[in-house]
């Protein structure tokens, strides 16, 4: 570095503009969107019931893939999966296992739990297909 570098790198204005670069990569970097979130155990399909949505990565390697998924008050699921070759979906049954939903299927099994805090709901899924890719979902109400 010259001398001029190392001066102008001293300067108030230059050091404030770093500051503020740094300041603000250092809150993306730490913005999550569970932070401020705690896992809230299942008890009834009724604490879920309803239409959920949002991405789904693991099922192919874009990450445009997205899920809608209906939970009824007993427990039912209807979903589907929206991606840019098509469509697929399935119905069924969920479990109620250890506060967390559980669903079983030909196509694989997958892990509900529920977070909320802030005033915001979200239903975070982590799946396994049965060919062996890991999936993943974070669900929000579907307004």
Request: with cysteine.
């Amino acid at each position: 570095m010259t001398t001029r570098e190392i001066t102008m790198l001293k300067s108030p204005s230059v050091l404030l503009c770093l500051l503020v670069i740094a300041s603000m990569l250092g809150a993306c970097a730490g913005t999550d969107p569970m932070g401020s979130m705690t896992a809230v155990p299942i008890t009834d399909f009724k604490m879920v019931a309803g239409k959920w949505q949002g991405p789904v990565t693991g099922i192919s390697q874009r990450s445009d893939d997205w899920v809608e998924v209906t939970i009824t008050p007993d427990g039912k699921y209807d979903f589907g999966v929206y991606r840019t070759i098509g469509v697929f979906g399935g119905t069924g049954t969920y479990t109620l296992s250890n506060g967390k939903l559980e669903m079983r299927g030909e196509r694989g099994t997958a892990t509900y739990t529920l977070y909320e805090g802030g005033g915001k709901r979200m239903l975070q899924v982590q799946g396994v297909l049965s060919d062996g890719r890991q999936l993943t979902a974070k669900l929000s109400p579907k307004p």
